[in-house]
């Protein structure tokens, strides 16, 4: 077997990124790997985004119009040399080591694609942000792989373009959503497996206060519910769309009628059971982030991070209802 390094293309898609950019870069030109190629497409940037790509030896793909986030990631792997593809947000940072562990990785696999996940503790050390890469590592590193994030997502180039890229459509692929669950799903038509190493880890920029934290769950929660919808597969456990998020919004929403009936004794059973089914995401709090966070976290999770989960999903079924009836899907 040749010792010669892989060639890998990370390709980073950009849309007014300005407060991310220059560290996203930074990291990416830290790696111990040398064999490796920047690619910046900025999907019709308004700020200083252009700019600052100019500033790193990247290979800049101006699209000048906002197409969307899957026409973003599909213009850079066009111009990618690389034998493998690393797709990575603007807002993450590469660890130095990552870039090896991909090399190791399509050096003795063939038809895979490799999928990592977020540090359990972001860059950024504010409450909204350490929750939310707390639940994303959790959910995306306890189960088998129904999707990879394309927050690190690596794939050879010729897979990913045999299998026609992302896709972009009505219900996905403008905005960041869904598509690299779609992606990740129409993978195994092509027989290409996915596997998912919970060490191959980004470590992202939140910047989360909590009404950024409550507008990316009701972004989130609207777009997954509408994909699960015309997919067929809502219930299922999925990633960040997990059994536990679900359970935990459909407690809520009991509960609540329950003291509104007058009933509200019989909801502290309910949260027991709760508190079991989630006892892996406490645990994952505490052993991170200790005691006080992880009672401030579990009172986040319990009653309030359900509010725009809810919301988001009762909007894609109105979104979803109205799309069926127009027979658009």
């Not at 030109?29 to 064999?35: A, M, P, Q």
Request: with cysteine; net charge positive; hydrophobic share 40%.
């Amino acid at each position: 077997m040749s010792n010669k390094e892989t060639f890998i293309s990370i390709v980073i898609p950009c849309r007014n990124s300005k407060d991310t950019l220059r560290q996203c870069l930074k990291a990416a030109f830290s790696s111990d790997y040398d064999s490796f190629e920047v690619i910046v497409v900025d999907d019709g940037s308004e700020d200083d985004s252009v700019k600052i790509a100019r500033t790193y030896p990247v290979k800049l793909i101006e699209l000048g119009e906002h197409r969307g986030v899957s026409e973003t990631r599909n213009a850079g792997v066009d111009v990618a040399e690389g034998e493998v593809i690393l797709f990575i947000d603007s807002d993450c940072l590469l660890d130095k080591r990552c870039l090896g562990k991909i090399d190791d990785f399509f050096r003795n696999n063939k038809r895979k694609a490799l999928g990592g996940t977020y540090t359990p503790v972001p860059f950024d050390r504010k409450f909204f942000s350490i929750f939310q890469s707390l639940y994303v590592n959790y959910c995306e590193s306890e189960k088998k792989p129904d999707y990879l994030a394309t927050h690190c997502l690596a794939i050879r180039r010729k897979d990913f373009i045999s299998t026609g890229g992302f896709i972009k459509n009505i219900t996905m692929g403008y905005t960041t959503s869904v598509e690299d669950v779609e992606f990740s799903h129409r993978l195994g038509k092509y027989v290409i497996e996915l596997v998912f190493d919970p060490e191959l880890q980004v470590k992202h920029i939140f910047n989360f206060n909590l009404l950024k934290s409550l507008r990316n769950a009701t972004k989130k929660s609207y777009y997954w519910t509408l994909y699960s919808l015309n997919k067929g597969d809502l219930f299922k456990d999925s990633g960040a769309s997990s059994h536990e998020l679900k359970i935990n919004s459909t407690v809520l929403v009991l509960s609540a009628a329950l003291v509104a009936s007058g009933y509200g004794a019989l909801s502290i059973p309910l949260y027991i059971f709760n508190i079991f089914i989630s006892r892996g995401l406490i645990s994952q709090f505490n052993r991170y982030m200790g005691g006080i966070f992880t009672l401030k976290a579990m009172l986040y999770f319990y009653f309030l991070y359900p509010l725009p989960v809810i919301s988001g999903g009762l909007g894609a079924l109105l979104k979803y209802s109205m799309l069926k009836l127009r027979g658009e899907i």
